[in-house]
């Protein structure tokens, strides 16, 4: 059974910096994508950062996230991370990781994915 679980949130200094982390497992193989959306409440999930998990490991970044968002994934310990940079107190949310099996749609419509985690909480204050 496919398990994501998400670390590292708490709180932090407006323009600090923190880093989640999601470990993945119960998968045959490693999912084809795997992305970190967040969510406050009243709102749908929107997306931060996608990166596939084959060949180059290719990563796309939304515009709010280019330049201070970096997502990686272990694959010796099945752990995928997203390190901010300049947290802004905008982005408190809860950050979820997720993961896909199958091809077809974007990375980041939230929609396409099979696999989410319980969320980890960040508040960022002045």
């Known amino acids: 059974q496919p398990r994501l679980a998400e670390s590292g949130g708490g709180s932090v200094e407006a323009g600090g910096a923190l880093r989640l982390s999601c470990v993945y497992s119960?998968?045959?193989?490693?999912?084809?994508?795997m992305a970190w959306f967040r969510q406050v409440p009243g709102h749908g999930r929107e997306a931060v950062a996608c990166?596939?998990?084959?060949?180059?490991?290719?990563?796309y970044y939304t515009d709010s996230a280019k330049g201070r968002f970096t997502i990686s994934r272990d694959k010796d310990s099945n752990t995928l991370y997203l390190e901010v940079k300049r947290v802004g107190v905008g982005e408190s949310a809860t950050y979820y990781c997720?993961?896909?099996?199958?091809?077809?749609?974007?990375?980041?419509?939230?929609?396409?994915?099979?696999?989410w985690g319980q969320g980890t909480q960040v508040t960022a204050s002045s």
């Open positions: 119960g998968y045959t193989d490693a999912p084809w994508q």
């Open positions: 997720a993961a896909r099996r199958r091809s077809v749609g974007r990375c980041f419509d939230p929609d396409v994915y099979d696999d």
């Open positions: 990166l596939y998990t084959t060949g180059s490991e290719n990563r």
